[in-house]
């Protein structure tokens, strides 16, 4: 199977959606000419025109009110955020109009709309550009929320997005985006709601999001040396989230570990964590942990970054800790 970089196969999903459907239209900030912070537009002006790729002004709360009313006009936007940073400044659109528009006219009006953004860290850009802020958006009923740690997933989820009659978020890694993997030729399409096993294991379940499924993984190798067989699952989509494959996979391994790059407080972890000892309880040899960012603003130096989040050689530790 071909190789396509994690920004080729979103480049590649927008082609194809845009190409079978003229009401799907990109707006934001250097999305035209330039091509995208991170070249996911590239190409797109010339194929599409400047009707339909709209570059906009450096206003974050203008892109999501004017993505809100294309969407109720009928057309499908797709509302690039270039920073997740920056994306506090359109929380009142975000919260207060995307996430409840449906919910108080329910039945009468949709909301077919994609807010592209992306978060973590990465490049000693400093903390106002290096934060992973996708428990603030779960928290909000209305929104569904993907994160994508694969090409594969990347291409699939956002054609997926772009034709739901809802809005969606859809949270990038900025450390993903040269990412190569497998991307099939043909078309197809990854559901939201449904997690996937990256790895099977018996021993414990490591259960990563974006990022951080790459460091599991590398960790689920490493831990084999030890005689230690970890499974990882990728929820994929944070809302809705697929609480069948988690509670499945922990009936398995009766030990869970939740691995995420956001800070630890209050981050998607304690949700998870919560419905797995809800709903698994009863399976479980010991309480489900979890191994996040520290609690700090994320310092500009290169050499502090990587220590205020979790790596593979961390996350190998914190499960050799749990297993005794």
């Known amino acids: ?12 999903a ?28 590239k190409g797109l002006l010339e ?17 999501i009110g004017t993505a809100t009313g294309a969407a109720l006009m009928g057309m499908r936007p797709v509302a690039e955020i270039s920073f997740i940073d920056f994306i506090l400044l359109a929380m009142d659109q975000i919260g207060n109009h995307v996430a409840k528009i449906m919910q108080i006219a329910p039945g009468l009006l949709e909301l077919p709309m994609v807010i592209r953004t992306e978060g973590g860290v990465g490049g000693g850009i400093g903390c106002q550009h290096s934060q ?8 909000l009923p209305g929104l569904k929320i993907v994160m994508p740690s694969t090409p594969y997933d990347a291409k699939g989820l956002l054609k997926t997005a772009i034709r739901d009659n809802t809005p969606v978020m859809c949270i990038e890694n900025k450390k993903l985006y040269a990412l190569k993997g497998p991307v099939p030729e043909e078309e197809y399409f990854v559901p939201i709601g449904k997690a996937d096993v990256k790895r099977e294991g018996k021993d414990i379940t490591i259960i990563a999001t974006s990022f951080m499924v790459h460091e599991a993984l ?28 988690l509670v499945a996979s922990v009936k398995k391994t009766a030990r869970a570990l939740v691995v995420h790059e956001a800070v630890e407080r209050c981050g998607i972890g304690a949700e998870i964590s919560a419905v797995l000892n809800e709903k698994a309880y009863d399976y479980l040899d010991g309480p489900v942990l979890r191994h996040a960012g520290l609690n700090v603003s994320l310092p500009q130096n290169w050499h502090l970054e990587p220590v205020c989040i979790p790596s593979a050689d961390s996350i190998r530790e914190k499960v050799k800790s749990i297993l005794g």
């Open 132 to 139: 992973s802020l996708e428990a603030l958006f779960a928290h």
């Open 218 to 245: 590398k960790a689920a190798e490493a831990l084999e040396k030890d005689g230690i067989s970890a499974e990882v699952v990728d929820p994929r989509t944070l809302v809705p989230l697929d609480v069948d494959t």
């Open 1 to 12: 199977m071909r190789q396509l970089q994690y920004n080729e196969a979103l480049n590649e």
């Open 47 to 63: 194929r599409f025109g400047p009707e339909r790729i709209r570059d906009t002004p450096i206003c974050e709360s203008a892109i």
């Open 14 to 41: 927008l082609i194809e959606e845009m190409t079978r459907d003229e009401k799907v239209i990109l707006i934001g900030e250097d999305v035209g000419a330039y091509g995208g912070v991170f070249k996911v537009s």
